[in-house]
């Protein structure tokens, strides 16, 4: 069954970094676009970054674009998010998502409705 794992979420004073990855497996990795989404306490989950199939195209939030960097290592069937400049607005849990519809070939999508499988997260904190 696919599973995608989160890992490298911490706590971090603002102005810092850290870097997020997940795990893919029972997938044809290169052939799935993949995504970060958030989600605050209160607040919905919200589109943060992603890569369409095969990393033909990026796309980020207006609120991380110059500070998060988005990769993927197909070999290794790893995407990751580099996030640096972090404030506390970036306080949330971290999911990563899969999508493998045609329509994520050349483009990225940024509902939470339209990703096939979901991690179960990782919590970043960023202090003041």
């Known amino acids: 069954q696919v599973q995608l794992v989160e890992s490298g979420g911490g706590l971090v004073q603002a102005g810092g970094s850290l870097r997020l990855s997940c795990a893919a497996s029972?997938?044809?990795?290169?052939?799935?676009?993949m995504a970060w989404f958030r989600q605050a306490p209160g607040k919905e989950r919200e589109f943060v970054a992603g890569?369409?199939?095969?990393?033909?195209?990026?796309y980020y939030a207006d609120s991380v674009k110059g500070r998060f960097t988005i990769s993927r290592d197909n070999a290794k069937n790893t995407v990751n998010l580099q996030m640096n400049s972090l404030d506390a607005e970036d306080t949330a849990t971290y999911y990563c998502?899969?999508?493998?519809?045609?329509?994520?070939?050349?483009?990225?999508?940024?509902?939470?409705?339209?990703?096939?499988?979901w991690g179960q997260g990782t919590q970043v904190t960023v202090s003041s």
């Open positions: 890569l369409s199939r095969y990393g033909r195209r990026t």
């Open positions: 029972g997938l044809t990795f290169s052939r799935y676009a």
């Open positions: 998502a899969a999508d493998g519809t045609l329509a994520s070939l050349d483009l990225v999508r940024t509902q939470e409705v339209q990703y096939d499988y």
